[in-house]
């Protein structure tokens, strides 16, 4: 088999477990409130990836949260465009949003099949560490601000999808 082949079904066979690591509707992972994420590099760089890897399982992903993969602390993954890097956020906090909110619907993996209007600060500002524990603060507006925000309810076990 060539190595292209290989790693291609590499992938799939990933892919699938990814897949079906996803929580999904009444999961009591998805009902939880996620504690920080400990500074361990090494462990920090396993969430990350094992973010990453659910980011590509999944075609049409522009965010994930850790506990829809069963990993119940504070990371999240966004990625608003694929030609675009992932950003992965450990212990996100929301320091300063805009006065302007848009309602818009919006969509979850965990929740297929469900779409539901949801108020948005349209810009936000978010504070969180990278997996080496460096301190980034970042400023999101509109699409990606509502992707923060929304991957951000999954770590208090909020997604307004589910309720
Ligand atoms: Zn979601």
Redesign the pocket.
């Known amino acids: 088999m060539n190595p292209t082949k290989f790693l291609n079904l590499a992938r799939r066979k990933q892919d699938r477990r990814v897949r079906r690591e996803l929580r999904l509707f009444n999961h009591p992972d998805l009902k939880m409130v996620c504690q920080d994420c400990i500074s361990d590099e090494k462990v920090r760089r396993d969430i990350q990836n094992k973010l990453l890897d659910a980011m590509l399982a999944f075609d049409n992903a522009v ?3 850790a506990p ?1 993969i069963g990993i119940l602390t504070r990371a999240i993954c966004i990625q608003s465009q694929r030609d675009k890097a992932p950003t992965v956020l450990f212990n996100p906090v929301i320091v300063d949003h805009s006065e302007s909110s848009t309602t818009k619907f ?6 297929p099949g469900v779409s539901k209007e949801v108020s948005r600060f349209d810009k936000v500002i978010v504070k969180y560490q990278t997996y080496d524990n460096v301190e980034i603060e970042l400023t999101l507006n509109d699409f990606e601000a509502r992707i923060l925000q ?2 951000m ?2 770590l208090d076990g909020l ?1 307004p ?2 309720i």
């Open positions: 965010g994930i949260a829809q919006e969509q979850c993996l965990s929740y929304h991957e309810n999954h997604c999808l589910g």
